[in-house]
């Protein structure tokens, strides 16, 4: 069964840091492109994060660069997303996503059309 499953979050007050991790499984996700979305409360789910298979390639939202990292270990079929300087404003659910078709652009794709495989989403609250 190909499938993502996401870890890591949790309640941290604001200023701290979580560390998430995709762990994917059922098939090789080295060729794949990765990303993390979000959705908060009342809100559509918006992009956060993206990784193209080699790793050299990531591309961030404003409200997070800086501040988020995104990160691949192809050996081990995992993505993971450091996020430090947490505000009340990052409490949402956070998704993996994989684009398991190939993408060629130099860093990985910001759209949801884009991925046809998701995780089942971790919640992360940051309080103030």
């Known amino acids: 069964q190909v499938q993502l499953v996401e870890s890591g979050g949790g309640l941290v007050q604001a200023g701290g840091s979580l560390r998430l991790s995709c762990a994917a499984s059922?098939?090789?996700?080295?060729?794949?492109?990765m990303g993390w979305f979000r959705q908060a409360p009342g809100k559509e789910r918006e992009f956060v994060a993206s990784?193209?298979?080699?790793?050299?390639?990531?591309d961030y939202a404003d409200s997070v660069k800086g501040r988020f990292t995104i990160s691949r270990d192809n050996a081990k079929n995992r993505v993971h997303l450091q996020m430090n300087s947490l505000k009340s404003e990052d409490t949402a659910v956070y998704y993996c996503a994989a684009r398991t078709s190939g993408w060629f652009g130099n860093v990985g794709p910001r759209g949801e059309q884009r991925y046809d495989l998701w995780g089942q989403g971790t919640q992360v609250t940051v309080s103030s």
């Open positions: 059922g098939r090789t996700f080295s060729r794949s492109a």
């Open positions: 990784i193209r298979w080699g790793g050299d390639g990531t």
